[in-house]
């Protein structure tokens, strides 16, 4: 080790240097006084280790420290803590039920009731009428069957707690019978057949890949059968010389041989999307009035509401899935109640639902509706006096997202950007970053923002946002 070094090396500030200068700046308010002097130490050591690494690379200038940088930093790392992690972006992929971007928001309703409910206490498991303990499911019970036509429901915090815990319930040591062609993995490679096997369930594969027939079945039907399962494939499409049986057909055989019949339906459809071009996706109602046993989807799919797991059916299995002792590791929260019950009202008017939840309202947009936003954000745009980017339109397509209609091409108008002063991927990554990120996508060297998924009231954000990184753009 050379001298220069070794002098770098001697120069590492000690902690009580690092902490002195750190009262200046009021540092200890923000953070215990144990974790920020536990920060000093980590940021000496990353000193070390940049030195020996310059060293090691040859590098001519070596990096410098001092008890000021060192506090610089350890006040930036405190800082972060204050910082929300979980963050409010815009959402211009074209994506309506973006996963990753928390999939479908809320109707104003639902907001408003998170507010009023959480502001205080609430009925959350106390019956006004009698003064004594109530159920947490009654608060949607009635207007979930009311709309559904089924006998009971009951609500979970996700679609896979709800299959978990009707498997569980059902068939537990026993088989439970479905189609090779709806073994799917959904999000986060969380696979039907894995759920299947941590519910207790014995899986017991039918048919093939692209065909099966209600004989297999039949034949599979034995003293050890405990459900049949179907499973709606909502995120993927198999065609051409395919054959399903479909759920008539098994609710048929599941009541000939004294078998609950379960359908997974995933995605929660409570409205005909086919009048607004979509290929048909199977209803919750439609479901419920071939007389299945119990029906299971999301509440944060194509119903639009907050992250749940609905389960509907008939009341003498309801029941018995509220008694399952797994039930309480999967209960929801009152907020998930207060949201859910706001969004489902909604839906006493089908017209009403579609245009007032979001999601719904940006899948079953006109072609018309948004070009006339894409016309307006792009005004906007232009009239900033941003002489650096150029904006155009152009033609597109959005996508369902969240693992429903997975074919379906929607029909969009796209603002296309790009600026003289960077890459797209550069002008990407820097929307990313704003206060209020901008997520949008990247095609053919232009960045792309689709308004299907952007509330007009977010156009303003997109307009900030590009200034901003116009004028901080050396």
């Known amino acids: 080790m050379n001298e220069k070094i070794k002098s770098l090396l001697q120069q590492l500030p000690k902690i009580d240097e690092i902490l002195l200068c750190l009262e200046d700046v009021n540092v200890f308010e923000r953070a215990p006084r144990d974790y920020i002097v536990k920060v000093c130490r980590s940021v000496v050591s990353g000193m070390r280790e940049r030195i020996l690494a310059a060293a090691k690379a040859g590098e001519a200038a070596l990096p410098v420290p001092s008890a000021a940088r060192a506090a610089h930093e350890v006040t930036m790392i405190i800082e972060d803590l204050h910082a929300f992690k979980l963050r409010?972006?815009?959402?211009?992929?074209?994506?309506?039920l973006h996963t990753n971007l928390g999939r479908a928001p809320l109707c104003d309703d639902a907001l408003a009731r998170l507010v009023e409910v959480s502001r205080g206490?609430?009925?959350?498991?106390?019956?006004?009428?009698?003064?004594?303990?109530?159920?947490?499911?009654?608060?949607?019970?009635?207007?979930?069957?009311?709309?559904s036509g089924a006998e009971d429901?009951?609500?979970?915090?996700?679609?896979?707690?709800a299959v978990l815990l009707v498997l569980n319930t059902m068939a537990r040591g026993k088989e439970a019978i479905v189609s090779r062609g709806?073994?799917?993995?959904?999000?986060?490679?969380?696979?039907?057949?894995?759920?299947?096997?941590?519910?207790?369930?014995?899986?017991?594969?039918?048919?093939?890949?692209n065909r099966t027939h209600l004989a297999d079945y039949q034949r599979a039907v034995n003293e050890t059968t405990g459900l049949i399962l179907k499973v709606h494939t909502s995120n993927f499409r198999i065609a051409g010389f395919t054959e399903d049986v479909a759920l008539p057909d098994l609710v048929r055989l599941g009541h000939e041989e004294g078998i609950p019949v379960m359908n997974d339906l995933g995605s929660g459809c409570?409205?005909?999307?086919?009048?607004?071009?979509?290929?048909?996706?199977?209803?919750?109602?439609?479901?419920?009035?071939?007389?299945?046993?119990?029906?299971t989807f999301s509440g944060d799919k194509l119903l639009g509401g907050p992250q749940a797991g609905i389960v509907l059916g008939r009341h003498a299995i309801l029941d018995r899935i509220k008694k399952n002792p797994l039930n309480r590791a999967l209960r929801i929260d009152k907020l998930t109640l207060a949201a859910l019950e706001a969004t489902m009202k909604l839906y006493l008017n089908p017209?009403?639902?579609?245009?007032?939840i979001p999601g719904l309202r940006a899948l079953t947009g006109s072609a018309a509706?948004?070009?006339?936003?894409?016309?307006?954000?792009?005004?906007?745009?232009?009239?900033?006096?941003?002489?650096?980017?150029?904006?155009?339109?152009?033609?597109?397509?959005?996508?369902?997202?969240?693992?429903?209609?997975?074919?379906?091409?929607?029909?969009?108008?796209?603002?296309?950007?790009?600026?003289?002063?960077?890459?797209?991927?550069?002008?990407g990554e820097k929307l990313r970053h704003l206060d209020v990120p901008v997520i949008a996508r990247i095609a053919d060297e232009e960045v792309l923002l689709d308004v299907r998924t952007v509330d007009e009231a977010d156009f303003a954000l997109i307009a900030r946002g590009l200034a901003e990184i116009e004028g901080t753009d050396t």
């Not at 409010?88 to 309506?96: D, E, L, P, Y």
């Not at 609430?122 to 303990?133: A, C, M, P, T, V």
């Open 270 to 295: 409570f409205i005909d999307l086919s009048p607004f071009g979509f290929e048909k996706e199977p209803t919750v109602q439609e479901a419920l009035k071939t007389g299945v046993d119990v029906v």
């Open 88 to 96: 409010r972006v815009v959402n211009a992929t074209g994506i309506i």
């Open 121 to 147: 206490y609430s009925n959350l498991e106390f019956d006004l009428e009698s003064g004594k303990r109530g159920l947490r499911y009654e608060v949607v019970t009635d207007i979930l069957c009311t709309i």
């Open 182 to 209: 709806e073994l799917i993995e959904i999000g986060g490679e969380f696979r039907i057949p894995d759920v299947m096997e941590r519910s207790g369930a014995r899986l017991r594969e039918v048919g093939t890949t």
């Open 153 to 161: 429901a009951m609500v979970v915090n996700n679609n896979a707690a």
């Open 351 to 356: 017209d009403e639902a579609r245009t007032r």
């Open 369 to 427: 509706v948004i070009e006339k936003k894409a016309k307006k954000l792009l005004r906007m745009l232009k009239k900033a006096g941003m002489m650096h980017y150029s904006f155009s339109l152009s033609q597109g397509y959005a996508m369902a997202g969240g693992g429903s209609l997975p074919t379906q091409e929607i029909p969009t108008v796209l603002v296309a950007v790009t600026s003289s002063r960077m890459s797209v991927h550069t002008l």
